[in-house]
């Protein structure tokens, strides 16, 4: 990367930074606005409770996200076989968009148990859509030409999902994917504030909610930031892979 | 031979095509011209049996190959020239992996594409689209190649050249073709007969057979060719 693109974004952070330091000192109270300082060295004598909690959500986020794009990709290729199947179905795949999570994920843990598997699932009902809608997408905007094209040499439905369909919607799936995986950690997250007011140790969430209780604000914010962080670093990952696996063919990954 | 009788299509209340009688010998080069909107090339996908008319047949020879060649070359965006053209004898039944490489391999060549086979389609001019939608039709050895205004997104250079290699590679292989254009001089140049149908509902009004032997550059500049090329536009535009 060249300076000129590094730094305006760097320029700002600083600034941030700076009007961030003023309040703090102005304030005066490290429970309500610890500066920037108090919270990196928050970060630096809890580095081993922050790592804890970045490895259990990490791992939390991941199951559920892999598990978003199993689930996801395949039930977007079944409803792109049949139309009435998509009509039966895509409106309950809308509804996992719009019921407020938040609200649903007590009844979750209720159901599934104050563990792990409350958290999965809450992840994977988070970053489930964006995976379906852009997957359903991508499958059904084939140029007709090229459906033509295999309709000409007598392609079966196999065929020409996967040589035709499927390769054709990888840009959208990729899309989708980006979006879920940030979506996936915030999930993640939102499950492990339910299940954890009680003990030390766990995922970020869990910390954040055990810290608040303990006044420790600069270990709050310290997790707050490394969970976005991770999310940034996450989505970031996605993206590269997903220009990889485009750069040749496709124009979204060109002139980059 | 293939048979056109009695094809008429409707497309809900649009009457595209009304009672189109054709026939084709094999190894003729047929062109259908028209205006705009005029049906031919619903007749084209009719005869490749990609639409079904609303009334009539169409009747080819029994395991006849045919192939499809579509104005936007319709590539593969993410295969490379190689196995983009290796891409309909994955389709079909019957070509061992060899066979389909080296047969990819020499049609490339046939159409001046070698060196290209690691490239994107995404890095091809439209005239090296063109050329290896051309060969990705080749390899299968065609009875027939249908060709849907193929050359309507090249410049006027490119498209020359490309008619006077689309005329050889008819000559070498002997398929029998059938193109839909709306350029009339392109049409002349290549076709053993022009078709002339009318605007919509379209229907065949006129057939001009053209007998030149020899089809190159200086065909272009014969007074006989301007004189049948005049002909059709007139007979085009009267029914305007």
């Given amino acids: 990367m060249e300076i000129k693109n590094i730094a305006p974004p760097l320029l700002v952070l600083m600034l941030f930074l700076a009007i961030w330091s003023f309040a703090a000192h102005l304030y005066d109270m490290v429970f309500l606005l610890p500066g920037p300082m108090t919270v990196a060295l928050a970060f630096v004598s809890d580095f081993e409770i922050i790592l804890e909690g970045v490895t259990i959500t990490l791992r939390e986020a991941l199951t559920g996200y892999i598990l978003a794009i199993i689930i996801g990709i395949t039930s977007a290729a079944i409803m792109s076989q049949s139309k009435i199947l998509e009509r039966s179905f895509y409106p309950y795949a809308i509804l996992l968009q719009t019921v407020p999570v938040v609200a649903v994920a007590p009844l979750i843990v209720l159901w599934f148990g104050f ?15 964006p995976i379906i809608n852009n997957t359903l997408l991508g499958l059904k905007s084939t140029s007709n030409n090229l459906v033509e094209l295999f309709q000409m040499h007598n392609s079966s439905r196999l065929v ?7 390769p054709a919607a990888i840009p959208n799936i990729i899309a989708g994917l980006r979006i879920s995986a940030g979506l996936s950690i915030i999930g993640a997250i939102v499950g492990e504030f339910i299940i954890g007011s009680g003990s030390e140790g766990g995922g970020l969430g869990v910390q954040v909610i055990y810290a608040q209780g303990n006044l420790e604000t600069p270990l709050v914010m310290a997790l707050i930031l490394t969970a976005t962080f991770m999310g940034f670093a996450f989505f970031m990952t996605v993206s590269t892979i997903g220009h990889q696996l485009l750069k040749h063919w496709h124009e979204s990954a060109q002139n980059e | 031979m293939i048979s056109v009788s009695g094809v008429t299509k409707h497309f809900d209340e649009v009457h595209a095509l009304d009672h189109s009688d054709l026939d084709i010998a094999t190894g003729e080069f047929v062109t259908i011209v028209g205006p705009s ?3 031919k090339s619903t007749l084209l996908r009719i005869i490749a049996g990609l639409i079904n008319p609303t009334e009539g047949s169409v009747n080819k020879p029994d395991d006849s190959m045919g192939a499809f060649v579509f104005q936007d070359a319709a590539l593969l965006p993410w295969r490379n020239v190689q196995k983009n053209a290796e891409l309909l004898m994955e389709l079909e039944d019957g070509f061992s992996k060899h066979e389909r490489v080296s047969r990819a391999c020499s049609a490339l060549q046939q159409v001046g594409l070698e060196g290209f086979e690691e490239s994107y389609p995404h890095q091809l001019s439209g005239g090296m689209k063109m050329r290896l939608s051309l060969a990705r039709s080749l390899v299968l050895n065609p009875d027939y190649l249908l060709l849907d205004e193929p050359l309507s997104a090249v410049d006027e250079l490119t498209r020359e050249l490309l008619q006077e290699e689309i005329h050889t590679l008819w000559k070498k292989e002997k398929f029998t073709a059938i193109l839909v254009t709306h350029n009339v001089s392109e049409a002349v140049f290549l076709s053993n007969r022009v078709i002339v149908m009318s605007p919509r509902p379209g229907h065949i009004i006129h057939m001009v057979d053209v007998p030149f032997k020899k089809r190159d550059q200086t065909l272009r500049s014969n007074p006989k060719f301007t004189k049948i090329v005049n002909e059709i536009s007139g007979k085009l535009r009267t029914w305007k």
Avoid at chain 1, 120 to 127: A, E, T, V, Y
Avoid at chain 1, 160 to 166: E, G, Q, V
């Fill in chain 1, 160 to 166: 020409n999902f996967f040589k035709l369909r499927l």
């Fill in chain 1, 115 to 129: 563990d792990e598997k409350s958290v999965i699932i809450i992840s994977l009902i988070i970053s489930l859509f």
């Fill in chain 2, 37 to 39: 909107g005029c049906g």
